[in-house]
Nanobody, 128 residues
Framework: QVRLVESGGGLVQAGDSLRVSCAASGRTLGTYAMGWFRQAPGKEREFVAAISSSGYMKYYADSVKGRFTISRDNAKNQMYLQINSLKPDDTAVYYC?????????????????????WGQGTQVTVSS
């Protein structure tokens, strides 16, 4: 069993930067692919970014490429999402997710239903 806990969300202004974190317990993350998803008010949860278990392969939604950076530190059992140039449209609850997989390339990493473990989410609110 893997327990995921997000942190680092908050109220920020447009143009600011923010780093949200995902801490894991129960298992070491070195064999888990991980992802970030977000859900804005009144919208469905959507894919943001994913990273392979080694950290070598990274995937991004087109809407966040160039502004978001996903990373992980397996020694610390942590995953991060650096968000730069925040926009009001980035306002959402950000969730981290994980599933056991050591494949470097897997199209399922972009799909919500593939992940087995989820955190409770952290709210990011961007004011204009």
């Amino acid at each position: 069993q893997v327990r995921l806990v997000e942190s680092g969300g908050g109220l920020v202004q447009a143009g600011d930067s923010l780093r949200v974190s995902c801490a894991a317990s129960g298992r070491t993350l070195g064999t888990y692919a991980m992802g970030w998803f977000r859900q804005a008010p009144g919208k469905e949860r959507e894919f943001v970014a994913a990273i392979s278990s080694s950290g070598y392969m990274k995937y991004y939604a087109d809407s966040v490429k160039g502004r978001f950076t996903i990373s992980r530190d397996n020694a610390k059992n942590q995953m991060y999402l650096q968000i730069n140039s925040l926009k009001p449209d980035d306002t959402a609850v950000y969730y981290c997710a994980a599933r056991l997989s050591t494949s470097e390339s897997n199209s399922y990493y972009l799909t919500e239903y593939w992940y087995e473990y989820w955190g409770q989410g952290t709210q990011v609110t961007v004011s204009s």
